[in-house]
């Protein structure tokens, strides 16, 4: 009696339980199963990651090849800050690639601001206050959600600094800001995230 077995043939099924893990600010985790076993249609020898920003500096895809056959998880890293990524999975044999998982999303997380505040300006209400206002920082540098500034003033004499500088914490997204009863000559106002 001979038993012949079909040739193999590139899966007809993705990999199953794609699920992605947000470790810093510039790395996913992306693990999967194997595709089922009835799917395979020959022993599977490498995996393919690809993934894609959905906004940012740089949206093009991009494609890990050759994951060995043993690999249930992969590390992505150098990634765009608090940028949500979508990514798939592809099995292969020695015949070819399977089809890809359903896309999977998830951001990386939050850092600190990559910019400063924009359009500072500082203006003298009287001989005792002064305004100070900006705009947050451009949407692609900011990493994250602002939650608040610093707004840093000292006083000068003799156009030198004198004692402790001040800190205000402001906790508005878009700020105009009253310093007051801060003598005749306030400067360097600085604004700080």
């Not at 012949?4 to 947000?22: E, I, M, R």
């Not at 990524?85 to 099995?91: G, L």
């Not at 999977?104 to 990559?114: A, I, L, N, S």
Request: proline letters at 11%; glycine letters at 6%; hydrophobic letters at 35%.
């Amino acid at each position: 009696m001979l038993l012949c077995s079909p040739p193999p043939t590139a899966p007809s099924a993705p990999p199953q339980d794609v699920h992605l893990v947000s470790l810093s600010s510039t790395s996913l985790k992306v693990s999967w199963v194997a595709p089922p076993a009835a799917s395979r249609h020959g022993a599977i020898v490498r995996y393919t990651v690809s993934y894609q920003a959905m906004a940012g500096e740089d949206t093009e895809r991009h494609e890990v090849p050759d994951i060995g056959a043993d690999a249930s998880s992969l590390l992505l890293e150098g990634l765009e800050k608090w940028t949500e990524y979508q990514v798939w999975v592809r099995a292969h044999t020695d015949v070819g690639p399977g089809p890809e998982s359903a896309p999977v999303r998830m951001k990386t997380r939050e850092d600190v601001p990559g910019a400063p505040p924009r359009r500072l300006e500082v203006e003298a209400i009287n001989s005792t206050a002064i305004r100070v206002t900006w705009k947050p920082p451009l949407q692609g540098k900011q990493h994250g959600q602002i939650r608040g500034y610093q707004v840093i003033f000292s006083r000068l004499e003799n156009g030198e600094p004198r004692g402790q500088p001040n800190i205000m914490d402001v906790a508005l997204p878009e700020a105009q800001w009253n310093i007051e009863e801060c003598t005749e000559h306030v400067s360097n106002p600085l604004i700080l995230l």
